[in-house]
């Protein structure tokens, strides 16, 4: 099949600075390897000034999120869990992709910053494939559950550092919440209803997923792919080595060592 004929789909990563090395390899595994691909935009503070990327200043935001307010709720709640202010702060880059970056074709895929795909993964714009993950955080499920309204989740994680959105669905599951606290705020709706004793108390990738299983799944199909964790930035040698047994790897900063 000629690439023409491909329906081709956007990615989008969130990233701070500090996965500015490892988001180099990211964008290089993207364009190497996914045939589907239309454009890369990369959501950060700075430019990261990479080829062929577009670049989302996070000013673009700022009139739905407020890391500062963030950050002093934890203050008050939790002053020893303000470090997780920035992990909060980057799942709701995710959530409102759809209402900040409208240029994205209508079904799309985050990735982390830290995650390189080694071989080509498809992706169907009109399906909402899921990986189930071996993780199975249970302080994730009261916030899915209050926020959604529903008394069980999946049953399973659906945290795979990539996941393909569509942004029709997405600020659905937004209009919902705020519906259901009678807010015009998504973020100050799931920010009054965080358990902030727990240092992981919230998965943006869970929370779509449960909401396009339970709400859609006739679009759900499980596609399970094979991935690894590994502690540094990886050699192009070590990546052509993974790439006969794993479909994407990640390098996550905490395990680089880097704060």
């Given at each position: 099949?000629?690439?023409s004929?491909?329906?081709?789909?956007?990615?989008?990563?969130?990233?701070?600075?500090?996965?500015?090395?490892?988001?180099i390899?990211?964008v290089?595994?993207?364009?190497?390897?996914?045939?589907?691909?239309?454009?890369?935009?990369?959501?950060?503070?700075d430019?990261?000034?990479?080829?062929?990327v577009i670049?989302?200043?996070?000013?673009?935001y700022?009139?739905f999120?407020?890391?500062?307010?963030?950050?002093?709720?934890?203050?008050l709640?939790?002053?020893?869990?303000?470090h997780r202010?920035?992990?909060?702060?980057?799942?709701?880059?995710?959530?409102?992709?759809?209402?900040?970056v409208?240029?994205?074709?209508d079904?799309?895929?985050?990735?982390?910053?830290?995650?390189?795909?080694?071989?080509?993964?498809?992706?169907?714009?009109?399906?909402?494939?899921?990986?189930?993950?071996?993780?199975?955080h249970?302080?994730?499920?009261?916030?899915?559950k209050?926020?959604?309204?529903?008394?069980?989740?999946?049953?399973?994680?659906?945290?795979?550092?990539?996941m393909?959105?569509n942004?029709?669905?997405?600020?659905?599951?937004?209009?919902?919440?705020?519906?259901?606290?009678?807010?015009?705020?998504?973020?100050?709706?799931?920010?009054s209803?965080?358990?902030?004793?727990?240092?992981?108390?919230?998965?943006?990738w869970?929370?779509y997923?449960?909401?396009?299983?339970?709400?859609?799944?006739?679009?759900?199909?499980?596609?399970?792919?094979?991935?690894?964790?590994?502690?540094?930035?990886?050699?192009s040698s070590?990546?052509?080595?993974?790439k006969?047994?794993?479909?994407?790897?990640?390098?996550?900063a905490?395990l680089?060592?880097?704060?």
């Amino acid at each position: 099949m000629e690439k023409s004929n491909i329906k081709t789909i956007d990615f989008l990563i969130p990233c701070h600075p500090k996965d500015f090395p490892s988001l180099i390899m990211s964008v290089n595994g993207i364009k190497k390897n996914i045939s589907s691909l239309n454009k890369i935009f990369v959501v950060s503070c700075d430019n990261p000034n990479i080829e062929e990327v577009i670049h989302i200043p996070e000013e673009r935001y700022y009139s739905f999120i407020d890391k500062n307010k963030i950050k002093k709720i934890y203050s008050l709640k939790n002053p020893n869990l303000i470090h997780r202010s920035k992990w909060i702060y980057q799942q709701f880059l995710k959530l409102y992709s759809a209402k900040v970056v409208p240029e994205l074709t209508d079904s799309y895929v985050i990735v982390d910053a830290d995650t390189i795909f080694l071989n080509d993964v498809s992706f169907d714009i009109d399906k909402f494939y899921f990986c189930k993950a071996e993780e199975y955080h249970k302080p994730y499920l009261e916030p899915i559950k209050k926020l959604l309204d529903i008394e069980d989740t999946i049953g399973f994680s659906t945290i795979c550092h990539h996941m393909i959105f569509n942004k029709q669905k997405l600020n659905e599951m937004i209009s919902i919440v705020e519906k259901k606290y009678n807010s015009q705020s998504f973020f100050d709706c799931v920010l009054s209803i965080l358990d902030y004793a727990e240092a992981s108390c919230m998965s943006e990738w869970d929370l779509y997923s449960n909401y396009m299983i339970l709400n859609y799944p006739e679009m759900c199909a499980q596609r399970q792919l094979n991935w690894t964790d590994i502690h540094s930035i990886p050699s192009s040698s070590l990546l052509n080595s993974l790439k006969d047994e794993y479909d994407f790897v990640s390098c996550h900063a905490y395990l680089r060592g880097v704060e």
